[in-house]
Structures are given as C-alpha cells and as structure tokens.
C-alpha cells in the first residue's frame, strides 16, 4: 500500500473474502441445479465439511463454523433429499453418525470434480504462479487467525 493511502479507501480484504466465497458458493449450487441436483446454498455446510466416509454432525458443524442446531436442519434437508443418512453413533448413542447415500456421494463428486474443473481453469486464467500466491495468501490469513 502506498504511503498516505487510507485503507478503508477501498473494501477491505474481509468483504473481498466474503463476497468471493459468496459468488463460488452461488456459481457452485447453479452449476449442481443445471445438472439436476435440487441443492441449496445452506448445503454447501454439509458437502464442504463432510468427508466421504462420513463423520459425526457436530464435529461437520464445527469445522463449518455453525451451530449443531443449524447444521442438524439441513442435514434433515439433506436425508429428505435421499443424499444423507443418518444412524447412531455405535460409540456414543448420543452423537449421530451422517454418511452419503449412494446418490449423496455422486453428488459430492460431481460438485468436487466442478470445483477441480474451477481451480485449473483459475490457474489458466491468472497465471499458475499468481493462482498459487493468492491460494497461499488466504491460506496464511486463515493459519494466523486459526487457534492451535
């Protein structure tokens, strides 16, 4: 930044971050609605943060940063959909284990392949070098403000 210049001159890296991660998050669910899949911008929660073996709803909604509350709703949506299910966690009654249906999971992977699809075509676009420094940009902010 240039000497004199005031920072609030122009958006802040917050609202950049927050808006890029709202216009992928739309681009994501349209692509998914055009190839048939009724999804929501709320699922992206769920399909960001669970992994293929599945895992258990609080622990996708903590590394989705919401509620267990907000994250159960649209889990809910999501077995209404037929692309969830949700048993019993053998190890503790209490906790509930969310796995992909077969469907769910051919979903999860068409969505991963768009966002590979995505990342390279980024990469073409910007110059793989630019790409990379402002993948490792944002890595770096979101490791400082991230506890240990």
């Known amino acids: 930044m240039s000497r004199g210049q005031d920072p609030l001159d122009r958006k802040p ?5 927050d808006r890029a991660a709202q ?58 959909l037929g692309l ?7 190890s503790d009654r209490r906790a509930k284990l969310v796995t992909y249906t077969e469907r769910g999971r051919a979903v999860a992977l068409d969505g991963k392949r768009y966002l590979a699809d995505l990342e390279r075509r980024f990469a073409q676009e910007f110059g793989e070098q630019k790409y990379a420094h402002a993948r490792e940009v944002l890595e770096k902010v979101i490791e400082s403000f991230t506890p240990e």
Do not use: C, W, Y
Request: no cysteine; charged share 25%; net charge negative.
């Open 13 to 17: 890296l917050i609202a950049l971050a």
């Open 23 to 80: 216009v992928l998050g739309a681009d994501l669910i349209r692509e998914s609605q055009a190839r048939g899949h009724r999804l929501r911008l709320a699922h992206n929660a769920v399909f960001g943060h669970l992994p293929l073996e599945g895992g258990r709803a609080s622990d996708i909604a903590a590394r989705a940063g919401i509620t267990k509350q907000s994250m159960g709703e649209v889990v809910r949506e999501l077995v209404e």
């Open 84 to 90: 969830l299910e949700m048993t019993p966690d053998p």
